[in-house]
């Protein structure tokens, strides 16, 4: 059976990347896909070249918000619009390697598995090389409320495994409390073949560390339902384990 596939990619003042990462989803090998875009600005400024670049795909749907909701707000609406047997996930300024669908969907129907990520290589807003992150062949809850390795542009999933609106509103760390959510429920399982690269940008929300601390926080308090005091231990031992991590990343080259 060849299964479809839902590419849902969020777009937010992502122009001078997002051609490049449009173009690593559509040459994908595995041609059974669709691809969601959700515009995510309240200033249309971007809009018309959007709407130029996808104007010959017929595999593109684009999807306009009315003002800038969030990256989990427009994932949500992603999915609902969805017709894939497996959701993927591509933020609009990282890259998919040509294979990656190919590979990852025969990985995950070869091993019967529900949701999985890949190693993935970290590059700087000029495409240089800076880091790798190795997927870890197994992971857990407990793994997770530790230290969070999964890259969200390596992620597919069936998407029989999640309920309404699936991502918390969070601006940031919405990934990694759905991630914790589902593996209560489902095995996740790392495929250590590098099929993608993800962009660190300056100006990313990601890229404040005070920003990842206090969403970390309010993942665990809010989400998980831990109590405070185990909160703030939790973000404790996650901020060890990110500079542990960054480290690791670096020398990985």
């Known amino acids: 059976m060849n299964y479809k596939v839902s590419i849902i990619i969020p777009y937010y003042k992502k122009k001078l990347f997002f051609l ?15 691809i969601i875009i959700i515009y995510d600005d309240t200033l249309k400024t971007d809009l018309k070249y959007i709407e130029q670049i996808i104007t010959h795909y017929k595999k593109i749907k684009l999807l ?16 609902k619009y969805a017709k ?27 091993n019967c598995i529900n949701f999985s990520h890949t190693s993935y290589r970290i590059i700087d807003e000029k495409n240089f090389l800076i ?18 390795d999964i890259g ?9 495994i999640i309920n309404k609106d699936p991502f918390p509103k969070l601006k940031t760390k919405e990934d990694y409390a759905l991630w914790l959510k589902l593996s209560k ?4 399982y790392g495929l250590k073949r590098t099929l993608s690269s993800w962009r ?15 969403a970390a926080f309010k993942v ?34």
């Open 20 to 34: 490049e990462t449009l173009k690593s989803a559509i040459n994908q090998t595995y041609k059974n896909f669709e």
């Open 64 to 79: 306009i918000n009315n003002k800038n909701y969030g990256v989990a707000y427009s994932r949500n609406k992603g999915i």
């Open 84 to 110: 894939g047997d497996f959701i993927a996930f591509l933020d609009a300024d990282d890259i998919w390697d040509i294979k990656k669908l190919a590979i990852q969907i025969r990985f995950m129907r070869k």
């Open 131 to 148: 880091g790798r992150q190795v997927a870890k062949k197994y992971t857990s809850y407990f793994d997770l409320l530790k230290s969070c």
């Open 152 to 160: 969200l542009s390596t992620v597919i999933f069936k998407k029989n």
């Open 185 to 188: 429920k489902n095995k996740i």
């Open 200 to 214: 660190k940008s300056k100006k990313s929300l990601s890229s404040s560390i005070f920003q990842k601390y206090f």
């Open 220 to 253: 665990y308090y809010i989400e998980e339902n831990l109590n405070f005091f185990i909160s703030i231990y939790r973000v404790l031992i996650l901020s060890y384990f990110y500079l542990f991590k960054r480290i690791k990343q670096k020398t990985s080259i």
